[in-house]
């Protein structure tokens, strides 16, 4: 930190504060070792590969990219490895992933396309000088040779440096198809960053083939390089074809088994499990009504149904399920009875006041999960599920906690509102408890935060106000996300400081989570079906003027809002839509029009627009543009493939069209995220300054 900083160039420069901080934890399966990725400091965007000994509380860096490639640059990435980046929103460098064996002993991680693999007893770390570039490199569980990711190949790494081609390659295919790695649709939406899975003995892997040829080609143009080519992408948007997925057993003697299910009903494969109990696998119907979780015939591909749900609006993808115990015994979660419950052998386990939010850890003693009461998502606690049935919370604390565990040794990660960042304790069955340490900076600015609850509908809002307010009526700053899947009232310390920067230049800010976010039950979460623009709006509204009533410290005569992604859909929407409440708004990267977006994500909420061409009519901001009356700043990034620009340009068109005035801030070379560092610290600027001449002047 320098001695000139300010918030927005210390924000933009730690790439909102996670720089330094411990990330990606491992631990061994003896609990000796507990592997994780961290830069050298607060500032230092590359990541190393780091083992703390538990006996001894040491830690070594065993994967240093300063040493590895000489200046630790790696700017040369595959596109394979910069398209892993943007869907899962990775803006840090170095190593930003690896695997290790089934025991913990050996990892294996890519640098600049090449494959390095650390001995994590010894700390000793080599290149493996394989053809590249390459993607996605693991160890077989028993650490005798690492597959990996190649452009539209699979293949086989040997310790020794030797390599071969598993799958792909065939002449007979088309240059659309890959093995071995995820389609977009699995990485964006899904959170299934990976294509294949190694058999337990290491001698067969399950590999998704993709074929990408029935997905519309869209391209992603460079308007400030005329001399740059074009970029050409498949995009799935609604209604049209998403890639052809398929699973296959691969063995390393050169067998090939195509693994049968009805993928024409289920096309969507969310996750596949290999462990000793056996390899499964999740599909999900095209229209997201109804899942099914088979278990695969290692010989013959033939699948067996272990549990099937369906719903009339949508079922959910929870994070770390289905599982398969040792004993056959199947661990998932489903909706059932209003509540999203943990599920042993398709039974509920979990009472209906708790929300199960994702499955850490199983095994024959205990399945670890995070949860929150139904009525308050503002903290996410871990909990144990004991074999005898007895639930026990492991963390009670208001905040955001997770933990890792094997064998006695566990990494507990909690974020709170009292200290800015996060701790990282390593627990030992033995007794002894030491942190990680973190070089994370701390902010510059401390949240002046209250939390409300609305009356009628239950909202929980966060308040932010200047710490030397003096009790006057204040413009007001909406601050949303509200979109699915997302909270931003959280007992967090860092999830407010951008929002207290704000409150620090004179504003009340004010940010809600409104029906259709998670952790508030299954009626709260499917508001939206149908209609992503109607509960959000009409909550946003609802907090507003109950904590109006609450303090005097909000002017309504003034109120802006802003927000990114589904938050910049939402801040038009409420322009557009109630200008009589909204005087000024900033929509960055919005969702203008829901049929240019992607089909897994739109379809749950909306449905084929084929179909339901009058949901999409009412949830999209073109028709509204006629209405407009108020500031509007349009901000995107030109270079996003993900909610392209096509949709500010649309609406700024449409705008035009109508005669209504409006800004509108191109990002050159700017994905979804906004890691530069300068774009980062100039965008919160140019969003005061806007702010600050678009809103009226207070009534005396």
Partial sequence: MTAADTFPRQHARTQRFTLGAPRDITVSADGERVMFLRSSSGTDPVNALWVLDVANGSERLVGDPLVLLNDGTNNDLPPMERARRERSREGAGGITSYATDGAGKVAAFALGGRMFVAGLLTGLTRPLDVAGPVFDPRPDPTARRIAYASGQLLCIGELDGTWRVLAGGDPAEADTVSWGSADFIAAEEMHRFRGYWWSPDGSTIAACRVDTSPVDEWVIADPANPDHPVKTVRYPSAGTNNATVSLHLLGLNGSRTDVDWDQEFFPYISSVEWTRAGLIMAVQARDQRATMTLKIDEITGETEVLAQDCDDAWVELVPGVPRLLPDGTLISAADRDGARRLMVNNQPVTPVDLQVRAVLEADAASILFQANPIDDSTSLHVWRRSHDGTLTALTDEPGIHTLTERSGTSVARSATLSEPGATHLVSHSSGTARPLESFAETPLVTPNVEFFRSAATGLTSALLLPHDHDGSPLPVLLDPYGGPHALRVQNSFNAFVASQWFADQGFAVLVTDNRGTPGRGSVWERAVHGDLATAPLDDQIEALHFVTKQTAALDPSRVAIRGWSFGGYLAALAVLRRPDVF????????????????????????????????????????????????????????????????????????????????????????????????VAENLLLHQLDFLRRSLPEPTS
Avoid: F
Avoid at 632 to 653: E, F, P, W, Y
């Fill in 583 to 678: 005087h000024a708004a900033i929509a960055g990267a919005p969702v203008t029009e829901w049929r240019l977006y992607d089909t897994h994500y739109t379809e749950r909420y909306l449905g084929d627009p084929d179909v339901s061409a009058a949901q999409y009519d009412a949830s999209s901001l073109l028709p509204l543009a006629g209405d407009l009356t108020r500031p509007l700043l349009l901000i995107h990034g030109l270079a996003d493939d993900n909610v392209v620009a096509a949709h500010t340009l649309q609406l700024s068109s449409a705008l035009l069209a109508a005669g209504k005035r409006h800004e509108v801030l191109p990002l050159v070379g700017v994905t979804h995220m906004t890691p530069q560092e300068q």
